[in-house]
């Protein structure tokens, strides 16, 4: 190659012509060529997958929309408004429940013999409160299921009518297709036609002679013979009566009467509860014959019948609430989009309504996250740090390309780990006996935020402590040198004058951290115990210890069961798209710090 | 090893040096950096070193307060310093409280990417100091024994850095005036200066002989002559000659150094 660029005119000097290695191209743009292009291609592909992306979850707000006006056209909210008071009534009996096991705990820790429990609460004033209690409240249970029953075969109905509705559009555009002359006949059509000729030959309704002409027509017909202008006509024909049936099983659903048999009874409800608050009320006052013989299970009662009457109390507004209920209430845009944002439900495949509420995913994620930088900030950074700052030559051959190391492992070995030793091993330690007084010891959950999150923080530490020690290492050794001078330790050098000149660094390596964390999918998946629910923060610590679902848990597991283009599979690209937004805030983020903060020296 | 040379002295000032040097010998892993240096330096006066480019004056001036310590490679092969009568490689050195006694201030203007204020109260607050009035005092004090006190008494909290380069390096002198050293080193201080930077600098230095020892390294002659009271010329690691620097230049003993002065090697 290099002879060829020699070949020059000897009459012309030597830089009258230009170099050329390939195409008349030399090296220098050959090569710019080449990384340009992958350049090129790079940007084409993240262009290629964020429109994806949106298009796929494009649909969402419209068909969640239409979902959720469903969800009030049909009765289903209503029945919902209907079920808050049955589950408050449910939470009690579950409280008095518990009373009554904690009671035969005490009788037990007491000493009494189980003849003795048993008389005790089979004597006649406690069955009446513990027994009675729970039969009080049938006639409601019933009325609401059988409202919820009329309220769901409502919406089925019209669920089925709309896909009853499409088909027949399907039909529709397939007759024109078959009717406009370039059609050609495929396999599939030869066979439905066959089907359908004899099928309509038995058409009893037909003349005879009519039907064997179609029984002869069907058997006439071979892979290889040629269909003609008349075939069209008649395949069209009859795909136009099959949809014509289907057509004819529609039943309308018109929610305007058909809300009826779900609204109505409002007096007979409002009797149900009446009746409910007097039973509960002499139910409960039984209570103050049983001898409980126990200051904390009375005490128990006490608040038990505190809680009936809030539940008394509350009645009227309930009354109200399912009064002013309004069904030709329009529903927003907004609130479908509210729906979405900060609904507290992720409900999917249910028998009444699907919900699509991203507040339990986004708060397990965060959740999670927050664990997992708690742990990798001060380990990732010290790290960094030390390694950088305090460590001899030796130590730091040693530790960096092992800490660098762990990023290498592929999350789900780390998933595994956690699951089978890092969660057992918690649950573990949490039962010890000599732990019993922390607070929320000992935890249930073998697989938990906490677990996640510890595992996640070993992955983002590499990450924290690769950027953070780069950062660190950038800082011009003069300012070391300066600061050292003036008779400061190793260690005030490094805290006041090396860590805060390399600050930016730093904050884009946690940002860039928790960018790895949140996306992370496996460790989630197979630690953080996915259950939909938002955490429970009340509980203070405790709530670390709690499964949660992530966002990008609930994309790997559901993707694959869901019906293309359905709500569902909308949702899921809708918590991607939102997850794409906070990668794109943290990384912008990161790299703005670092743009505003390191102005550093010339 | 511990063969005595006389150390190269200059004859008739009588009072007793501040720094001693006898038979010096450092190394940079297995290569021999400085070889059997002897030579005093006495107080309250400003002594140069110059030579060729990687002739060890540098290196040398950084024993004084064990920079070289930062190097992992670095180690001294024989011989002492020492500062008031106490050997400054001796095992019980608190290299912090040697620093603090030998300020510093290197051929590249370094201040802290903090504000003018901070800077100067670094050495303090490293300390522990953290009354405001005794910084604002310290701050004031340094910056006009610097004499920058009037360029940027108005912009104290201002970034450092927006500073020009020579209040950048007058800047850097004040910050070491701060810990209240006997003893200043200056590494090459004027050598990313324009002239009339240079010019304040060398001013400075002036001003500053009255209450501390100097010592400072520079390749620029001119300069030697102009602000230092005796001057060391080295040469290949060697202390060639050490003369009043009136007599080093006008009338060099040592040919080498004659004709490294009048420029024909170096």
């Known amino acids: ?602 | 090893m511990a063969q005595t040379s006389t150390p190269i002295t200059t004859s008739e000032n009588s009072q007793p040096p501040i720094i001693e040097i006898r038979n010096f010998d450092f190394a940079y892993g297995d290569s021999q950096a400085l070889f059997d240096i002897n030579m005093d330096i006495k107080e309250k006066e400003v002594t140069a070193f110059i030579g060729p480019s990687g002739c060890g004056k540098s290196t040398f001036l950084r024993c004084f307060n064990r920079m070289n310590d930062l190097i992992d490679i670095a180690r001294i092969k024989g011989g002492e310093i020492k500062i008031s009568g106490v050997n400054i490689y001796d095992k019980d050195i608190d290299v912090i409280e040697l620093r603090k006694h030998v300020g510093m201030v290197f051929q590249k203007s370094n201040p802290f990417p903090k504000s003018i204020y901070d800077n100067i109260a670094y050495g303090l607050r490293i300390q522990g100091v953290k009354k405001k009035s005794t910084l604002d005092d310290v701050v004031e004090e340094c910056l006009r024994g610097a004499a920058l006190w009037d360029e940027v008494k108005d912009r104290l909290n201002e970034s450092a850095l927006g500073m020009s380069g020579g209040q950048q390096q007058r800047l850097c002198i004040a910050r070491a005036l701060a810990v209240r050293p006997k003893i200043l080193l200056m590494d090459e201080p004027c050598s990313a200066l324009d002239p009339i930077a240079t010019a304040k600098v060398e001013e400075l230095i002036h001003e500053l002989k009255k209450d501390y020892t100097i010592v400072i390294v520079t390749h620029n002659m001119q300069q030697a002559a102009r602000v230092s009271d005796r001057t060391a010329f080295f040469y290949l690691g060697k202390l060639i000659e050490f003369e009043n620097t009136d007599d080093i230049f006008m009338n060099p003993k040592n040919p080498q150094t004659e004709a490294y002065i009048s420029g024909r090697f170096g």
């Open chain 1, 1 to 602: 190659m290099a002879a060829s660029s020699k070949q020059t005119d000897p009459n012309k000097p030597a830089f009258s012509k230009r170099r050329a290695l390939f195409l008349g191209k030399d090296s220098d743009s050959i090569i710019k060529t080449f990384f340009g292009s992958n350049a090129m291609v790079a940007i084409v592909i993240l262009a290629l997958i964020t429109i994806f992306l949106f298009k796929e979850g494009a649909g969402f707000m419209g068909l969640y929309h239409k979902s959720l006006e469903e969800y009030r056209l049909s009765g289903l909210e209503y029945v919902d408004i209907l079920k808050e008071k049955r589950e408050d009534y449910t939470e009690l009996t579950r409280y008095l429940n518990d009373v009554k096991s904690d009671w035969i705990n005490e009788l037990k820790a007491s000493g009494s013999s189980q003849a003795e429990i048993s008389k005790a609460i089979f004597n006649p004033e406690a069955k009446a409160l513990f027994l009675g209690y729970m039969r009080a409240g049938s006639d409601l249970k019933k009325f609401v299921k059988t409202k919820m029953d009329v309220a769901i075969e409502i919406r089925d109905q019209h669920t089925t009518n709309e896909n009853l509705r499409e088909t027949v559009e399907n039909y529709t555009q397939r007759i024109a297709e078959i009717q406009s002359t370039s059609y050609t006949f495929s396999k599939e059509d030869r066979a439905k036609y066959t089907l359908l000729l004899r099928d309509h030959s038995r058409d009893n309704s037909l003349p005879s002679e009519e039907a064997q002409r179609f029984l002869k027509e069907a058997d006439s017909i071979t892979p290889e013979k040629a269909l003609d202008q008349a075939d069209r006509e008649t395949f069209a024909m009859l795909l136009g009566l099959e949809a014509e049936k289907i057509e004819a099983t529609i039943k309308p659903v018109d929610f305007n009467t058909t809300i009826k048999g779900v609204i109505d009874e409002q007096a007979r409800y409002a009797e149900i509860l009446d009746a409910l608050e007097v039973s509960l009320t002499e139910v409960v006052a039984t209570a103050d014959a049983v001898q409980f013989n126990s200051p904390a299970i009375e005490e128990r009662i006490a608040t038990f019948k505190e809680l009936n009457q809030k539940f008394f109390s509350n009645i009227d507004a309930h009354k109200a609430k399912l009064a002013n209920w309004d069904q030709s209430a329009p529903v927003s845009i907004f609130q479908a989009a509210s729906a979405f944002l900060t609904g507290k439900d992720w409900v999917t495949a249910s028998d009444q309504q699907d919900w699509y509420g991203l507040m339990p995913l986004l708060s397990g994620s965060l959740l999670i996250s927050a664990i997992a930088l708690v742990f990798a900030i001060p380990f990732g950074v010290g790290a960094a740090i030390y390694v950088n700052q305090i460590a001899g030559p030796a130590e730091r051959n040693f530790i960096k390309p092992y800490v660098e190391f762990i990023s290498a492992i592929p999350s789900v070995v780390i998933g595994f780990f956690g699951v089978v030793v890092f969660g057992e091993f918690i649950r573990w330690f949490s039962q010890l006996d000599g732990f019993q007084w922390v607070p929320f010891f000992p935890i249930q959950e073998r697989l938990n935020a906490f677990t996640a999150g510890c595992l996640l923080a070993l992955m983002a530490i590499p990450t924290i402590f690769t950027l953070a020690e780069d950062a660190i290492n950038n800082i011009p050794r003069h300012f070391k040198e300066a600061s050292l001078a003036m008779g400061a330790t190793p260690l005030q050098t490094t805290m006041r004058v090396i860590v805060p000149t390399a600050l930016s660094g730093i904050i884009s390596a946690i940002m860039l951290g928790f960018g790895r964390v949140i996306g992370e999918t496996m460790v989630v998946l197979l630690c953080a115990g996915n259950r939909i629910k938002i955490p429970d923060f009340t509980e203070g610590p405790g709530v670390f210890f709690e499964p949660v679902h992530t966002m990008t848990g609930i994309i790997a597991q559901e993707m694959g069961e869901v019906v293309q283009g359905s709500l569902h599979y909308r949702a899921l690209f809708m918590v991607g798209i939102v997850l794409f937004f906070i990668s794109l805030i943290i990384n912008y983020t990161a790299q703005w710090v670092v743009k505003r903060f390191s102005k550093l020296g010339d």
